[in-house]
T-cell receptor, first 111, second 109 residues
């Protein structure tokens, strides 16, 4: 099973809302990633978790807060987002910090 | 700084018309080059990993090759279902990969 799941598939939120994105993998992968992807652009790395610990934060604004409760689960907590944060948010996992397996993404719209 | 450039930006082919996509890179110490396929509104789907110059990988109508400066994704006799954006990525540093901007392929029946 090489599946990474993400929920919800779509999310609409106001600028004052608090919401969370969820990502799950049951492949025993040691690395998990959050990416942001705008239309017609490549995925842009946000965070990397290595063995459940945050190892890379690509200078992401504090309104995005990642959390890794266990080795299978990765959350991205959202608060006070801006309309320009609207994008496809992708989660990925990797067994070896090389090949990454992506989830289907959460399409986020901030109004 | 690692750089990945893909060309062309877009490619339109007739069904059965073979072609190649290019990924040129500038990194200090390549630790892996990856090809992904992405359909609109979906996550990238892993295709290949290449590690060293001269290496080749094949999957159905796709073949990826690697030199010291670039990689090619050859598409032989493409079908409409091969239409997608193809992303190239490189890994030079531990844990982080850099993506190119992709080539959008359209195969016309």
């Amino acid at each position: 099973d090489t599946e990474v799941t993400q929920t919800p598939k779509h999310l609409v939120m106001g600028m004052t809302n608090k919401k969370s994105l969820k990502c799950e993998q049951h492949m025993g992968h040691r690395a998990m990633y959050w990416y942001k992807q705008k239309a017609k652009k490549p995925p842009e790395l946000m965070f990397v978790y290595s063995y459940e610990k945050l190892s890379i934060n690509e200078s992401v604004p504090s309104r995005f807060s990642p959390e890794c409760p266990n080795s299978s689960l990765l959350n991205l907590h959202l608060h006070a987002l801006q309309p320009e944060d609207s994008a496809l948010y992708l989660c990925a996992s990797s067994p070896d910090f090389e090949t990454q397996y992506f989830g289907p993404g959460t399409r986020l719209l901030v109004l | 700084e690692d750089q990945v450039t893909q060309s062309p930006e877009a490619l339109r082919l007739q069904e059965g018309e073979s072609s190649s996509l290019n990924c040129s890179y500038t990194v200090s110490g390549l630790r892996g080059l990856f090809w992904y396929r992405q359909d609109p509104g979906k996550g990238p789907e892993f295709l290949f990993t290449l590690y060293s110059a001269g290496e080749e990988k094949e999957k159905e109508r796709l073949k990826a090759t690697l030199t010291k400066k670039e990689s090619f994704l050859h598409i032989t006799a493409p079908k409409p279902e091969d239409s997608a954006t193809y992303l190239c990525a490189v890994r030079a540093s531990y844990q982080k990969v850099t993506f190119g901007t992709g080539t959008k392929l359209q195969v016309i029946p």
